[in-house]
């Protein structure tokens, strides 16, 4: 029986033959941490040892609550800033760089055959370009940057199937929302998710990071692609270390196997408060609202812009409504303003905000007002995220999000493409 | 064992609901993150939560963020234990690292209701409640390690001095 890109990542990394369901002690590739390591910095502090094991190893990008918007961040910053100094780590990401996924891919650490572990629930994210990637609490990574080490389970793998071809109007935020609906926001809890099929593999990066993103949001301890042509162009020029690319085989053995079609699937999106709440745009139409957020770590790329622009070129975003952007890291913002794809959502009245997590966790930067309703296409929509307890979140591509800012009412986006 | 009061939730407990994402970045003491425990599900239940406590959930709690205080709260908040269907996975390893156990027992969970007590049984293995005895699978040893040292710092500062 062959085994699955998870067995063989971690079991390579444990230096023996493994299965799903065993335990592993393993030494990760690379560890991310945010504006949180400096609640790490307080845990590393109680181990009474003056250095981390293995600096070059650690990445730490600034990007929750950027720039400071209160001094008690500022010390956070402060005091992170002051610690990369003085433990001499190379890998640090200051607030002119973006949203920690985005920039570690940018920055090469994203990369085939990997074990990255971070952080951050969201690190499922590297599995986009064949990486194992999982999220772990903060009092682990202190521990991992003291020990160098960490304790893992091999996962069991769900495999999804995605055939078929994307329909006008309809985007891997569409595909994930629907499967994500259909399976559960516990669907894959402890497991492995893989991304197969004819459709997926003709994913762009930006689609398969969507899925990679919100595996997260179906449990998952790592979802991920076998990474293609266009994967591996991308890296060349950015790639930090060496690499393999390490894939399932092709009798290996899976907890269970998902099949989607896409042909016909239509524009969803994620009603309050769960993920998993999802239905087609058509069963929400008209609904007002009043926040549109465009970006994140999900939707923050130049294709998801660039969707956007096309459909609001020469046009005026609905007085009722307000439309936030946050590209997801300068890199993107750079290529966004040479494209004009920034000129054109300003002309249509948006807001373009920095680079950065912004009100995506409800820390700063458009937080919402009781009774107020956003239309997001970040991946959370749980109570009170954005802000008020009272406000409610909607999940959505970035077409819809456009168009339904056109509107000033959830409006499916077929109909201005 | 102690016996516990129960507050009993629902599936899919998020960690936003815990303890917002607001509160996530600023570093605060124990007893200011056992304030906002439960804050956007339960507005109750930090004033009237009490040493000892059990929080009793259905399906997947603890799912979302990774952030560590949604744990962390409830133990600063006394709460004995959590018992649930099932744990999102970074929400299992975040509470077992900060010495909260953290347990499933589906069949628990169906047969209890807020404002009732139970005892847990670690040696046994078992909840004990009004309308039985339930037995939960005994935790892993690497994660009984960890929750016997009081949690992952200790466990960890334990290694080092042992490699030294």
């Not at chain 1, 003085?86 to 990401?93: D, Y």
């Not at chain 1, 439309?323 to 054109?344: D, G, Q």
């Not at chain 1, 950065?356 to 937080?367: N, T």
């Not at chain 2, 139970?118 to 699978?137: L, V, Y």
């Amino acid at each position: 029986m062959g085994k699955t890109l998870t067995e063989k990542i971690l079991g390579k990394k444990a230096g023996k033959d493994v299965r799903a369901g065993e335990v592993v002690t393993v030494s990760p590739d690379f560890i991310l941490s945010h504006d949180n390591a400096s609640a790490i910095i307080q845990e590393f502090r109680k181990f009474g040892i003056k250095s981390v094991k293995a600096p070059e190893k650690m990445v730490i990008v600034l990007d929750h609550i950027v720039p400071a918007s209160e001094e008690k961040y500022a010390q956070n910053h402060k005091m992170i800033r002051e610690f990369v100094a003085k433990q001499r780590i190379p890998n640090f990401f200051d607030i002119n760089c973006g949203i920690c996924h985005q920039v570690f891919a940018e920055q090469g650490f994203a990369l085939p055959g990997k074990l990255i572990v971070g952080s951050d629930s969201h690190t499922t994210s590297y599995g986009a370009f064949g990486a194992f990637a999982a999220g772990i609490g903060r009092t682990e990574v202190a521990s991992i940057w003291a020990t160098d080490e960490i304790w893992l389970r091999v996962p069991e793998t769900i495999r999804i199937e995605i055939d078929g071809k994307l329909p006008r109007g309809v985007y891997a935020k569409d595909v994930i929302l629907k499967i994500i609906g259909d399976g559960g926001a516990d669907m894959a809890d402890y497991k492995a998710v893989e991304f197969a099929g004819r459709a997926a593999k003709k994913f762009s990066l930006g689609s398969r990071f969507v899925l990679a993103n919100m595996s997260a949001e179906m449990g998952a301890k790592n979802g991920y692609f076998e990474p293609d042509e266009e994967t591996l162009a991308w890296l060349k020029a950015r790639a930090r270390a060496e690499f393999d690319v390490i894939k399932s085989d092709p009798d290996a053995e899976y907890k269970s196997v998902l099949k989607y079609d896409i042909s016909n699937l239509a524009p969803q999106l994620a009603c309050p408060h769960t993920v998993d709440n999802v239905k087609p745009v058509t069963e929400v139409e008209d609904k007002t609202f009043h926040q549109g957020v465009l970006g994140t770590c999900t939707n923050g790329r130049v294709e998801d812009l660039q969707v956007a622009a096309k459909i609001l070129k020469g046009k005026k975003i609905h007085p009722g409504v307000r439309l936030l952007v946050l590209p997801a890291s300068w890199e993107v913002y750079r290529e966004a303003l040479k494209k004009r794809t920034l000129a054109v959502l300003a002309e249509a009245g948006c807001v373009i905000l920095n680079p950065g997590c912004g009100p995506c966790l409800g820390a700063h930067e458009g937080i919402l007002a009781p009774g107020e309703v956003a239309l997001s296409t970040s991946n959370r929509n749980f109570r009170g995220r954005m802000g008020s307890r009272d406000s409610e979140i909607y999940l959505t591509s970035p077409a819809t999000v456009a168009a339904s800012c056109l509107v000033g009412k959830i409006t499916d986006p077929r109909k201005f493409l | 064992m102690k016996k516990g009061r129960i507050w009993k939730y629902g599936d899919n407990v998020n960690t936003d609901v815990i303890f917002p994402g607001k509160y996530t970045y600023a570093l605060m003491p124990p007893e200011e993150m056992a304030r906002h425990a439960l804050e956007d599900l339960d507005p109750g239940f930090a004033q009237n939560v009490k040493p000892g406590d059990v929080i009793v959930a259905g399906r997947n709690f603890g799912c979302g963020s990774s952030r560590e205080q949604a744990a962390a709260c409830l133990k600063f908040a006394g709460v004995q234990a959590v018992i649930a269907k099932s744990f999102a996975r970074i929400y299992f390893r975040n509470a077992i690292n900060l010495g909260l156990p953290v347990l499933q027992c589906p069949e628990a969970v169906d047969h209890v209701e807020t404002g009732e007590e139970m005892e847990i049984d670690f040696t046994q293995s078992e909840i004990r409640t009004a309308k039985g005895t339930f037995k939960f699978p005994p935790l892993p040893d690497s994660v009984i390690g960890i929750l016997e040292a009081g949690g992952l710092i200790e466990y960890t500062k334990k290694k080092l001095e042992a490699a030294k």
